[in-house]
């Protein structure tokens, strides 16, 4: 699924890291707003939106906590905007899909089976936190499962479809991609599919090159030409990931949800800074980078003139 230009998603703070892990992580609408039109700048056309609570950077699923972000960004740029459904795991599907249910985006995000969501082993690297609800989340997920069951799944389209939003489906191993090929032959979805192919979260596929390639060869037979590939590598795989897909043409996922690092042993100052070094990687292939308008024609996206905000 070689793609003409290479379209960059920044996923801006998500719900995985927490306020005392990095200075650097966007916690108010203010800040989650400034880092995604920073990230535009630099080259994304996607925006991956998650919203916290500004007094102690917990995860916020209200839709009143994205409308400042939403308005915010629309005033200042054209990147496609991507609101989670995932929100955070210990969430009901209902709560999770309510921002994309009320701010019709043009894309929101679709996780694609039910798994153990693990991030406990933060807690080996993370000793001192800021509030108390950080290490008890952490510790929580020790016994947690992400619930996406097909009712769930066909709730969350059945919902969304009437919006006219399209979908970054995440796909965190195989049967993930076996669980939206049910839905695509049964017509609740349909082609060209965004598939995020995510690696290296504990309870998902690994990071090696060949698992890689087994979720790519697996899309490949389910979809063939009606899928677009994009690839979200967890912390240290994140750019290693991002250079093998680009360099078979795949599109690409960063920000600091996925990864708080831009090197060894150092943080990430912005999500730009991710945007900037991967694009580096992309242009140093001899590969264009996407546009917002690009990946609008690429996806099939309806158009920022037909969202909620």
Not at 2 to 19: D, L, Y
Not at 134 to 144: C, F, I, S, V
Not at 160 to 182: K, M, Q, V, W
């Amino acid at each position: 699924m070689a793609a003409s230009k290479i379209i960059i998603t920044c996923a801006i703070t998500g719900s995985i890291h927490t306020p005392s892990m990095s200075p650097h992580l966007p916690v108010t609408a203010e800040e989650i707003a400034d880092s995604a039109v920073e990230a535009a700048e630099a080259g994304a056309a996607i925006v991956h939106l998650h919203a916290r609570n500004a007094a102690d950077g917990r995860p916020d699923q209200s839709p009143e906590a994205f409308e400042p972000i939403l308005r915010s960004i629309k005033q200042r740029s054209d990147v496609v905007c991507n609101l989670t459904t995932g929100g955070a795991p210990f969430m009901s599907v209902e709560e999770r899909l309510r921002p994309a249910a009320v701010w019709k985006p043009e894309v929101a995000s679709l996780n694609m089976g039910s798994m153990n969501f693990a991030l406990f082993p933060m807690l080996k690297r993370f000793k001192e936190f800021k509030h108390d609800w950080e290490p008890a989340m952490l510790a929580g997920t020790e016994d947690l499962v992400f619930r996406n069951t097909f009712k769930d799944i066909r709730y969350a389209l059945e919902t969304l479809n009437e919006t006219g939003a399209r979908y970054e489906f995440e796909c965190y191993d195989t049967s993930h991609l076996h669980n939206l090929n049910h839905f695509y032959r049964e017509g609740l979805v349909k082609g060209p599919l965004f598939i995020q192919t995510v690696f290296g979260l504990l309870g998902g596929i690994g990071a090696h090159p060949d698992e890689v390639m087994h979720m790519k060869r697996t899309a490949d037979r389910l979809f063939g030409d009606q899928y677009r590939w994009s690839v979200l590598g967890a912390g240290r795989s994140q750019m290693p990931i991002a250079a093998m897909a680009a360099a078979m043409g795949g599109n690409v996922r960063v920000g600091l949800e996925d990864s708080l690092w831009l090197g060894a042993g150092t943080l990430a100052d912005t999500n730009a800074a991710q945007v900037r070094r991967v694009r580096q990687i992309i242009e140093g292939l001899g590969l264009e980078v996407a546009t917002p308008e690009d990946a609008r024609k690429i996806l099939g996206l309806k158009g920022g003139d037909r969202v909620g905000f």
